[in-house]
Structures are given as structure tokens and as C-alpha cells.
């Protein structure tokens, strides 16, 4: 089973640019669509966008579309996530997380363990 | 509307069956996933497809989708199932979305 981890925390001022990354171990990350979800403190999930499996096409939830990016690093198996002018409300843990796949005669997704980005001047 | 709504809380007695609904236009077309979300830990998923069951997830957990509907099922709930429960489709434009969540309380 695939098993994901994030890159560690970090503080940004306001108006910086964050950059997350998401590594597989025990399956190449390549061949899974992954998506991004954020958590701000107290509040609930929200889905940020996803980019496909084998491939560099990716789309965002309109919220997010101006200031998101999400890459590849084939050789690697990684995943990015950026978010350009960080505002406070971007103060959240965000969670990397593979699509619902085919395991064994059921289904399942892995997720990261989350990764806090706080955003403070 | 691009939204799917969930009671912001749930409360049953241990032993009971807790029933946590989500709506959604677009259910009728997409399916539904559930997420159980205990505090400070990442999210696990308990029911996808509307009715699926994971492996390693216990048989209490069941779904369940009618119409704009789908029902997370809890049956003989324990103290152990207290979590945020959070549902996830695919709206009307075709982004993915979460359901604000709900608390489910055992006591």
C-alpha cells in the first residue's frame, strides 16, 4: 500500500508564496490521481484541487483557480502544491490525498498526515 | 446549488443507530463518499459509492442514497465513533466538494 508523506510546517508572511510537497513510498506516486484538502483551525474539509494520474492536468475549485498550482515531479513521485498571496485565511493544515483506487476486491485512498502552514505577520 | 448540507450535529446513545444525512443536487448523478475525521488526524474514508464499504471498516458503518439524499449509517454506536463525519461528491459544475461536517456525539 501506498503511504504519503508531507513536507513539514511553516510559518509565511502575508503576500508569500507556500509550496507543499507530497511523496510516495511503497507505490510510485505517478500512477495515482491526487488531490488537495485544507483544514483551517476549527472548521471543516475543503477540497482545493486535484491533478490527474499519469499526467500534468490538473483543475481547481474556482476559489482557488487565480493562485493554485499543482505539479509533478515524475522522477521523483511527487506531488506540489503552490498558493501565491498567502492571506491569513489561508492559515490551515493541507492534506494531500490519492483518489479512491481499486485495492484488492474493495477501494481505497491514502492521505498524507497534513502539513500546518500558519500565516502571520 | 453547489453545496452539500449536513446536520451540524448528531446525538445518540450508545447502542442506538445514528443516521447522518447529506443533501445534494447533484446526488442523484454522483456519488457519495463518507469521511470519519477524529481530532487531530487526517480523514478516513468509511463508505464510498454511496454504499461501499472499505476494507478494515467495521460492518456497522453503512450508506445508503436516495434521490438528492445519501444517509451515513451507524448502527449499535459506540463511544469510539464520536468524530466529525463529512460527506464528498461532485457538485453540479464538476468540482469536488465536502459537506460542512457533522459531529456525532455518543453518550
Known amino acids: 500500500q501506498v503511504q504519503l508523506l508531507q513536507s513539514g510546517a511553516e510559518v509565511k508572511k502575508p503576500g508569500a508564496s507556500l509550496k507543499v510537497s507530497c511523496k510516495a513510498s511503497?507505490?510510485?506516486?505517478?500512477?495515482?490521481?491526487v488531490h488537495w484538502v485544507r483544514q483551517a483551525p476549527g472548521q471543516g474539509l475543503e477540497w482545493m484541487g486535484w491533478?490527474?494520474?499519469?499526467?500534468?492536468?490538473?483543475n481547481f475549485t474556482k476559489k482557488f483557480q487565480d493562485r493554485v498550482s499543482i505539479t509533478r515531479d515524475t522522477s521523483a513521485s511527487l506531488v506540489y502544491l503552490e498558493v501565491s498571496r498567502l492571506t491569513s485565511e489561508d492559515t490551515a493544515v493541507y492534506y494531500c490525498?490519492?483518489?479512491?483506487?481499486?485495492?484488492?476486491?474493495?477501494?481505497?485512498?491514502?492521505w498524507g498526515q497534513g502539513t500546518l502552514v500558519i500565516v502571520s505577520s | 446549488s453547489s453545496k452539500l448540507t449536513q446536520p451540524p450535529s448528531v446525538s445518540v446513545s450508545p447502542g442506538q443507530t445514528a443516521r447522518i444525512t447529506c443533501s445534494g443536487d447533484?446526488?442523484?448523478?454522483?456519488?457519495a463518499y463518507w469521511y470519519q475525521q477524529k481530532s487531530g488526524q487526517a480523514p478516513l474514508l468509511v463508505i464510498y459509492e454511496d454504499t461501499r464499504r472499505p476494507s478494515g471498516i467495521n460492518e456497522r458503518f453503512s450508506g445508503s442514497s436516495s434521490g438528492t439524499m445519501a444517509t451515513l449509517i451507524i448502527t449499535e454506536a459506540q463511544v469510539d465513533d464520536e468524530a466529525d463525519y463529512y460527506c464528498?461528491?461532485?457538485?453540479?459544475?464538476?468540482?469536488?466538494?465536502f459537506g460542512r461536517g457533522t459531529k456525532l456525539t455518543v453518550l
Open positions: 511503497g507505490d510510485s506516486l505517478n500512477t495515482y490521481a
Open positions: 464528498y461528491s461532485t457538485d453540479i459544475n464538476g468540482d469536488q466538494i
Open positions: 491533478i490527474k494520474a499519469n499526467s500534468n492536468d490538473a
Open positions: 447533484a446526488l442523484p448523478r454522483k456519488y
Open positions: 490525498a490519492t483518489a479512491v483506487v481499486a485495492v484488492g476486491s474493495g477501494a481505497a485512498d491514502f
